[in-house]
């Protein structure tokens, strides 16, 4: 049996955010916090669970989970397959539309609670080796919190690259059953950390069942459709620069005699394109023999952005 990729925002939300499965939800975030270095939460409420009505090709289905523990805090959670790029700017926006939403007409500041962002990344982001990076706002100098209202968390499953390892629990079994770790791997990641069974279950089950392996089939093509149309959209973008380039190095050789120059410049130009290129080809799950015969690269160059 194929199991359906737990990454797919569709299957992430059917796994974790329906009424059933809270538990499971429970127990994902109390790795993320306690990996964080934060207390443990005692419960959680869903905001969004998923229901039979969402509807993976609907632009209005939101596949984010919008959760609340007890004492108040709002968690949104959000999976992303391919990179949509300025996640960061996109993150502190959707934060705070979170966290001013909760001021109601003649509320008080201090009604605000606490928002956790928690991004999900099947691409990397960050200029670090880490796979859970966690941000707050404090002073420079001292490291003094302004505030312990805003929390953000990236965890990205690229930077994953160990095996399942006998003995070891904690956050990373559930970041190597999202990366989609072997099937005959689950029984190391089942010993380390019982409370994945269910989530495991839910996903045997799913991928078992024609009408839920329907919808991740529309919403797979749906993400990918997406993710090929903003690659086609940048290529075109860096096609353009390239020609432009060209005709200012022509311009420039004219006018200064300066042909080599010109011709280093444009091979330069569109090596960095072509690199560009396969970071979106990557970041879309092509691999690396693919990436290389739509690009013309080298096994080497590739390995310079990978």
Not at 56 to 76: E, H, R, V
Not at 83 to 111: C, M, P
Request: proline content about 4%.
């Amino acid at each position: 049996m194929e199991l359906l990729d737990p990454r797919v925002d569709f299957v992430f939300k059917r796994i974790f955010a329906s009424e059933s499965n809270k538990d499971v939800l429970l127990a994902f975030l109390n790795r993320i916090f306690m990996d964080a270095g934060d207390s443990p939460l005692e419960e959680v409420v869903l905001l969004n669970p998923y229901t039979d009505k969402d509807d993976p090709l609907d632009k209005q289905s939101i596949f984010d989970i919008w959760a609340k523990s007890a004492d108040g805090k709002l968690i949104n959670i959000e999976m992303q397959l391919f990179n949509k790029y300025d996640i960061e700017k996109r993150t502190l926006y959707y934060w705070s539309k979170r966290y001013a939403g909760q001021l109601q007409v003649s509320g008080k500041y201090t009604d605000l609670k606490k928002c956790v962002t928690i991004n999900i990344l099947n691409y990397k982001v960050l200029p670090n080796e880490h796979p859970h990076s966690v941000f707050h706002l404090r002073e420079d100098a001292t490291g003094t919190p302004l505030t312990d209202d805003i929390e953000i968390h990236f965890l990205e499953l690229p930077k994953l690259n160990q095996p399942a390892v006998p003995g070891q629990g904690g956050l990373v079994n559930w970041l190597l059953f999202l990366k989609g770790i072997n099937h005959s791997d689950w029984e190391v990641l089942l010993m380390n950390e019982p409370a994945l069974r269910k989530a495991m279950e839910t996903l045997e089950f799913l991928s078992q069942d024609s009408e839920a392996r329907r919808k991740y089939e529309d919403r797979q093509k749906f993400l990918l459709d997406e993710a090929s149309q903003r690659d086609g959209a940048q290529r075109e973008g860096f096609a353009k620069g390239i020609a432009e380039g060209r005709e200012v190095g022509r311009a420039e050789g004219r006018e200064e005699g300066r042909e080599e120059g010109r011709e280093v410049g444009r091979a330069e130009g569109e090596l960095e394109a072509k690199l560009e290129i396969a970071k979106n080809l990557l970041a879309m799950g092509l691999d690396l023999p693919a990436v290389m015969k739509a690009t013309g690269l080298t096994e080497e160059e590739l390995k310079s952005i990978t």
